[in-house]
């Protein structure tokens, strides 16, 4: 008997393949090149066009990087929070003060601290562009996924008892599908954040010092800083074609991959087959090595049976399994305190430190900070009004139909994924042209950015709502009226409330770059905290970057204590999807 022989003839796809992984390959190379190269903290950023494909290269890598980090510290974290009441009493405070403080609340240390660790090559300033984007990412994941697994229905925790799945089993096979559609909206929501302070993470200044690093967002900021039109052009449709890319390569073949764990199964919500799954499919190359590698499984599986056959009958204990260690109960609560203390450690440390800094700052420091964070609260609080007054009913409209679905799912993508500062020049422009006061103009920049907070969480919501309880309302006559007020409204609000803290946490930070622009060589800026915040970290204030900051904490937790833990334990009670 002849053996069969694999032939293979390259195809178009075959040659896209090759030179996406060659372009990702030389992408790699030049990245570590540009971490190992001497320390350079203010490189020389060329607008001409053709340095933009290397710049938005780095670019995506500084953010998938942060990104893997993020979604690390989600499942570590979420879930910590989520099965542990101890650790949910400091942790969700704790995530609360932290999603409040903006970037710029995060770059000094991080900058100083790195730099000072790695003085020689440009590693310290890459690492700490990385945690910056990770900063602007990772709160809207962790919450997401910390609220998918506090409402995970009851009858599914059930079964898993029933059935005898272990904890680890669970998570992977209950916890972690169940949450899959938030997470993946969100995750694509974070990676948003990160782009929004692309800017901010790759060009900076603290004091006289003047931070660059080779990236999109270092060149909009010099394009914008010089007041060129044409350079900010292209960093725009730059900008546009990397999330465009992105979107093609990464997020739709998830967003296909994820829609399988949809609460019920339905014909009309099976997406179309993404480009990258068609261009895997049809590779010759990758289909003989993928026959190649099964062909290799099987022999060696046979030859082991084969061998292991007089081995059978005597059985042999299997050693305790990891994940068991893990999980035992003595073992996570060890685990589990001594995480905390070190967290409370590093909590007292650090106030320390900052009640060494505040006794510093002026009485007049003080009511000017007062006074800006009353003005900020109020342009939050009327970006998340505008923001749902639309988005709201959108994501319903759009969630509730699989046709609507499958038009506006990679449109609402490439938005929400833009960068809003990329556009502040553009929205700047006609502020002034339709004399818009910045007070006002201000928060309509922040709404450019937080209104995809709510519309992804309210789209995730609105995604997973059993169409057999849409069908059962039809059955019984149920206007339309009738149905969004009893299905889809209460349906949707634990998401809902989940876009509110995120978009309010994103309108905080937002604050930094919306209240104060530089824009052709002058400082536009209007009076809030954002603006306060920008000043001080740009001519090295801490005491008052300090003061501001704390006054943002302070006002962001009273909200989430006094307000959104209050919709958060109502939305996890009353309008948990119970079945």
Sequence with gaps: MQKAQIKYRPLPSDLILMSLLGAFIYGLIAFGREWQADFNPSVTIDLAASAIPLYATFSALRGLCAFVISLIFTFVVGFWAAKSPRAERILIPLLDILQSIPV???????????VAIFPTTNTGLELAAILMIFTGQVWNMTF???????????????????????????LWRVEVPFSMMNLVWNSLMSLSGGWFFLSVCEAFSLGKQNYRLPGLGAYMAVAIQLGDTQAMLMGIAAMAGLIIVMDMLIWRPILAWAHQFRLEDLPGFASPDPLMKNLLRESAILNWFTIYLRRRAVRKKLLESQDDEPQKRTKVRKPLGLTRILFHPWIQKALSGFVLLITFLTIVLGTSQLVGELVK????????????ALFTLLRVLGALAIASLWAVPAAIWIGTSPQRIRIAQPIIQVLASFPAPMLYPLALTVFLWLNIPMSIGAMLLMLMGVQWYVLFNVLAGAIRIPQELEYAMKVMGSSRTKRWFKLYLPSIFPSLVTGWVTAAGGAWNASIVAECLFYKGETIETLGLGSLISQAASNKQF???????????????????MVWAKIYGLAQTRYRLDF
């Design 543 to 561: 005491e008052l970057l300090a003061a501001s900051l704390t006054i943002m904490v302070v006002v962001v937790v009273m909200l989430n204590r």
């Design 104 to 114: 710029l609340g995060f770059l000094p240390g991080l900058v100083l601290a790195l």
């Design 361 to 372: 700052v002026t009485p007049s420091d003080w009511e000017n900070v007062i006074q800006g």
């Design 144 to 170: 997401s996924f910390y609220a998918s697994l506090k409402s995970l229905p009851g009858d599914f925790s059930e079964v898993s008892q029933v059935i005898g799945l272990s904890h680890w089993k669970k």
